[in-house]
C-alpha cells in the first residue's frame, strides 16, 4: 500500500489557508486531515460544519478525512458528509455503540476509521474490523498539534499493522501527533500507511520543501 501523507490544518496559519490548501494541492497532497474538537471530549475547540464546507471549495478533489473528536458523534455525522467529509473518524472511546456509527458512515458511501487513544488497547478492534476502512492511532494525547510522539505508540502500530495482516482487509493504519522528519521513517518501518503532519509541516516557512522533503523520508 501506498503511504500517504495526510497534513493536519489545525496546524496551519487560517490567515492563509486558501494559499496553503493550493500549494498542497501543487504538491500532490491528496488528503486533508481536519480536526474536530467540542471542548469536552477534548480540551480544545476546533472546525465546525461551516469552515469544513469552504475548505471543500478549494480543496475541490483532494480527500476530506474528519477526525472527530467529540463525546457523542453521532449529532455530527449527517451534516459532515453534507459539507464533504470522504472519511469519518470515530474515537473508540467516545461512544459504547461503535458498530452502529460505523454502520450510519458507511451508508453514506463514504470511509470510516476508528480512532484509538494512546492507552486504549487493540483488542476493541477484533468484531468490528470487517466494517473499517481506517485505523487511526493517536500518538499523542488527542487535543492539541505539537505535542511529542508517545514512544511506546511505535509498538502498538507495529501490533496493528500485524492485526491488519492477519485479518486480511483492505484498511489504512493512520498514525496522528508528534510525527516529523526524525520518527517518520520509522512510524512507516513498523507498518503505519497514513500519516498525519500537523506543526512539523506548518510551522516551516517553506512548506514546498518541507512536504517534499518527508517524501523523501518515506520513499
Ligand atoms: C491532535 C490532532 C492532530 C494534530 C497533529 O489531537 O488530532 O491531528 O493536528 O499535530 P502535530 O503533527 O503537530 O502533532
Ligand atoms: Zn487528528
Redesign the pocket.
Known amino acids: 500500500m501506498e503511504v500517504k501523507l495526510s497534513p493536519?490544518?489545525?496546524?496551519a496559519n487560517f490567515l492563509k489557508l486558501e494559499e496553503t490548501i493550493v500549494k498542497l494541492k501543487k504538491q500532490g497532497i491528496k488528503e486533508l486531515?481536519i480536526?474536530i474538537?467540542d471542548g469536552h471530549f477534548?480540551p480544545?475547540i476546533a472546525f465546525g460544519i461551516d469552515q469544513i464546507k469552504m475548505i471543500k471549495q478549494i480543496a475541490c478533489d483532494i480527500e476530506l478525512d474528519v477526525?472527530l473528536?467529540v463525546t457523542n458523534p453521532e449529532i455530527f455525522i449527517d451534516a459532515l458528509v453534507e459539507a464533504g467529509a470522504n472519511t469519518i473518524t470515530i474515537h473508540q472511546e467516545s461512544s459504547p455503540h461503535i458498530y452502529n456509527l460505523m454502520y450510519i458512515i458507511k451508508s453514506f458511501g463514504i470511509k470510516v476509521g476508528v480512532a484509538l487513544n494512546p492507552a486504549t488497547p487493540i483488542n476493541t478492534l477484533k468484531h468490528i474490523s470487517h466494517m473499517v476502512n481506517k485505523i487511526l492511532i493517536?500518538t499523542?494525547?488527542?487535543?492539541?498539534?505539537?505535542?511529542s510522539f508517545i514512544e511506546p505508540m511505535m509498538e502498538k502500530i507495529n501490533e496493528v499493522s500485524n492485526f491488519i495482516k492477519s485479518e486480511n482487509i483492505e484498511c489504512e493504519l493512520q498514525v496522528?501527533?508528534?510525527?516529523?522528519l526524525e520518527n517518520i521513517g520509522k512510524v512507516v518501518e513498523n507498518g503505519a500507511t497514513n500519516i498525519?503532519?500537523?506543526?512539523?509541516i506548518f510551522r516551516e516557512e517553506d512548506i514546498d520543501s518541507t512536504i517534499k522533503r518527508f517524501r523523501e523520508a518515506i520513499l
Open positions: 493536519s490544518i489545525l496546524g486531515h480536526d474538537m477534548v480544545n477526525h473528536m493517536m499523542v494525547e488527542p487535543g492539541f498539534g505539537g505535542q496522528d501527533g508528534g510525527i516529523n498525519v503532519v500537523g506543526s512539523a
